[in-house]
């Protein structure tokens, strides 16, 4: 081994031995700007356990971090959290190269590790609330199926406090910092915030349901070590807080202009939809022409937004490509409570505006009104009536949410 890369003590008996991914941009459709890390720890305690793995391009970086502290084949636990690739790729070769005495998962996380590797590993299965003995110490399993993952599990740590979250309270940021309190915090709740909103929304009543769990398991949390990104030390309950409300969906006087645009009639249209709902009152306006807005910035400024309005032209009697791929990431999100409209121009098939009003109706968007489509190029009329329906998704996005947003 290059004997460059050590392990990072974070806490009086964890280290973190993971990997930093500085050219990560794209994580499964989701843009990853700032890269990830792949958190993986070593926990010395009379059992030394290692919990979880790395992607399998970082194998060699997480086992010269381990034996920058111990002999790698002291390991007699790998705890496997969640088995997703970025946190198992190099579990097979691990345990080929330490052969530990046993590897730990649940019960969905076993039958995945065996769907993935085709291998004849046995894996202990623990349950929810199950202990394992360390010697001086514990390991805490609770279940938290389907965050993201059916296997998903925390695992929490006795006496230090430490909960291991895998995914759940997590953010892909790489950073040489391990702890949240050493970055900018309005980077890491904007990083937060984007990994929830592409990632964990659509099982945010699930989310809802584990931090309502959390105060009746008696947990002395002081710190939350997730898979991604920096370790929550100062303040761990102030994740908690921003996934709380953040479950809830609870929406803000905020809009989100999203559109494309083929000969910039849609385009003009957008503006004068963003005149109505800023002459109607709203300050917080997002306009995300997707020319040069990923779909995942369009999903992180929807988490908090009231209302979402779409506008496409017509190609081959379809939406266009780019909405459609908008629409379709935003659709699996399943985001809820939102006010949403649609504009468009068409040439001789108005077809664009009819199937966004039915995606926006099959997400559970409640329209404005029918929306509004042009024929070519949209004269003064045609601009009023989306003048007009900016001012209508203003009027009810006042009503739902009568005081300002904390941010207006």
């Keep these: 081994m290059s004997e460059v890369f050590n392990a990072i003590q974070v806490a009086d008996r964890v280290f973190w031995v993971g990997a930093i991914d500085w050219e990560l941009r794209d994580f499964h459709g989701y843009l ?54 970025d946190h198992t790729g190099s579990l097979p070769a691990t345990i080929e190269r330490i052969r530990p005495e046993r590897v730990v998962a649940s019960g969905p996380g076993a039958k995945a590790l065996k769907e993935h590797f085709h291998w004849n590993q046995p894996v202990q ?59 900018d915090c309005a980077l890491v709740i904007q990083e937060a915030a984007r990994y929830y909103a592409n990632i964990i929304l659509p099982y945010s009543k699930k989310v809802t349901r584990l931090i309502e769990k959390l105060p009746t398991l008696s947990l002395d949390i002081r710190q939350i070590m997730p898979d991604h990104g920096p370790i929550w030390r100062q303040d761990p309950g102030q994740i908690v807080e921003l996934y709380r409300t953040w479950a809830a969906q609870q929406r803000t006087r905020k809009a989100v202009v999203v559109y494309d645009t083929m000969w910039q009639s849609t385009a003009k249209m957008s503006r004068a939809v963003v005149e109505g709902l800023v002459g109607g009152g709203i300050d917080q306006v997002r306009v995300m022409p997707l020319e040069g807005s990923h779909r995942s910035d369009v999903a992180t400024e929807v988490l908090d937004a009231g209302a979402l309005l779409v506008g496409s032209p017509t190609l081959n009697n379809e939406i266009y490509p780019t909405v459609a791929d908008v629409m379709t990431y935003l659709k699996g999100l399943s985001p ?73």
């Design 32 to 85: 990853t700007s700032r890269g990830t890390t792949y958190n993986a720890y070593l926990v010395l305690t009379d059992q030394v356990v290692l919990i979880d793995t790395v992607k399998a391009s970082f194998k060699d970086q997480m086992m010269e971090r381990i034996a920058s502290v111990i002999d790698p084949a002291r390991i007699q636990t790998i705890v496997s959290n969640h088995s997703e690739l």
């Design 125 to 183: 299965v623990v349950k929810d609330g199950e202990k394992l003995d360390l010697g001086n110490g514990s390991l805490q399993f609770f279940e938290a199926r389907m965050l993201h993952w059916p296997d998903s599990q925390l695992a929490y740590l006795e006496p230090d406090g430490i909960l291991f979250s895998n995914d759940v309270f997590g953010m892909h940021l790489a950073s040489t910092e391990r702890f949240a309190e050493q970055l």
């Design 336 to 408: 809820a409570n939102l006010l949403g409209a649609s504009f468009g121009s068409y040439g001789w098939s108005p077809q664009s505006v009819k199937q966004l009003d039915r995606m926006l109706t099959e997400m559970g968007v409640q329209l404005v009104s029918e929306g509004v489509a042009v024929q070519y190029v949209p004269d003064a009329a045609a601009l009023e009536r989306c003048r007009a329906l900016g001012a209508a998704t203003a009027a009810q996005l006042i009503e739902r949410h009568p005081e300002p947003s904390p941010a207006e």
